[in-house]
């Protein structure tokens, strides 16, 4: 087989693992995916600036640490996963000045590696928030802290793997020109399924099912017949709820047109470069939208997350340094409405837990909000 001056076989370089002739729309095309690609660089960069500073210096602004804020940390790693797919698609620049693209190069492996591990982890976490919110609403608790944290190294190892196990699977020249930019080539459409495709589609589904599930929860404790007991205001947890439920919703919409365009390229199905053109402006906006997104829904993610306490909080409490003891919000439903410790009959009750509005105390006015849970135990 015939090699260039690199060693490199020359049909890597032919039709369609490289575009020799780039059209006036192409080359518009990818000025547009690098003009949004720079857009979410910098809007990405700089939430991951401003939530990093709040880590550090999380005493100046906040009671408690922003960084044992589960759901503000999840954001956080999609964001950054976000950042890197974006830092991708800016090599659109190289290709519309070369008018062409040709690869294996060093800009087509960056790019091809940087979209696939973006993407992947992008996924991931995506289904991890819609998990961590509906484990949130059902069992009215969060996972420790420690347990967390290896979630989340678990989750980018995870990404890592998929995307490392391209080249060592595929050899170094299995990122090539995919429409247009570079990905894993054609050749090796097992790979792209498997690596790729399969994470993506079960995300874009398992969200849906999750989300669905933790709202159905939530319509079906609000039936009549419960017992009314201090709590955590169900206002604020359908929020939050909403909150991360829009950040699936913001993905499988941006990722979907490409997505299928690449299940329809696999079923021999040929699509104009102009679809992908498009697919991949929506594909590179996650960055930017995500982070509009974080900025209008920060407050609902900042709340307590279904912390009951002992006693009624006031204004004045939230700047103490001396905390009232936590319970765990389902030893305390139970304590409050007569159940204790395995030993008599088992009962199924649902429990509303409510929370006095503070500002409303503030103005001498009194107003109870409430969410149900429904919980097992037995009464002695």
């Known amino acids: 087989m015939a090699t260039n001056s690199d060693g490199v076989p020359q049909a890597y370089f032919e039709p369609p693992n490289s575009l020799l002739d780039m059209s006036s729309q192409t080359y518009n095309g990818l000025l547009a995916i690098g003009t949004l690609a720079t857009t979410s660089v910098l809007f990405t960069s700089a939430l991951l600036a401003f939530i990093t500073w709040r880590m550090i210096a999380w005493k100046s602004h906040y009671t408690s640490a922003v960084g044992r804020n589960q759901s503000v940390v999840l954001i956080y790693q999609l964001v950054l996963a976000d950042f890197l797919q974006s830092l991708g698609f800016l090599v659109s620049f190289h290709w519309a000045s070369n008018h ?6 060093g800009a087509c492996f960056a790019q091809g590696l940087l979209i696939q591990v973006g993407d992947v982890a992008s996924a991931l976490f995506v289904l991890a928030i819609a998990v961590h919110t509906t484990y949130q609403v059902v069992l009215s608790r969060s996972v420790t802290y420690r347990m967390f944290i290896g979630c989340i190294l678990g989750l980018w190892s995870f990404a890592l793997l998929l995307t490392c196990l391209a080249p060592v699977v595929g050899g170094r020249y299995i990122f090539l020109r995919a429409g247009v930019w570079c990905w894993i080539s054609s050749d090796h459409d097992n790979m792209r399924l498997l690596l790729h495709y399969l994470w993506i589609f079960i995300v874009q589904f398992g969200s849906i099912v999750t989300y669905v599930t933790g709202f159905w929860y939530l319509y079906r404790s609000k039936q009549p017949g419960a017992i009314r007991i201090n709590g955590a205001s169900d206002k604020a947890i359908r929020k939050a709820s909403t909150a991360m439920l829009a950040y699936a919703l913001v993905y499988t919409i941006l990722t979907l047109p490409l997505a299928a365009g690449r299940m329809a390229a696999m079923s021999q199905d040929t699509l104009p470069d102009e679809y992908y053109l498009f697919a991949g402006a929506l594909f590179t906006s996650c ?22 306490y002992n006693g009624q909080s006031t204004p004045e409490y939230a700047h103490s340094s001396r905390r009232m003891p936590r319970q765990g919000s389902t030893e305390s439903i139970l304590a409050q409405t007569g159940f204790g410790q395995p030993s008599g009959i088992m009962m199924d009750r649902t429990v509303k837990i ?10 001498h006015e009194h107003e109870g909000k409430g969410y149900y849970v429904s919980a097992k135990a037995t009464k002695k």
């Open 100 to 105: 062409r693209i040709i690869g294996p190069n």
């Open 287 to 308: 960055g930017w939208v995500d982070t509009i997104l974080y900025a209008i829904t920060r407050r609902s993610l900042l709340f307590k997350e279904l912390d009951a």
């Open 354 to 363: 409510e929370l006095d509005d503070l500002e409303s105390q503030a103005s």
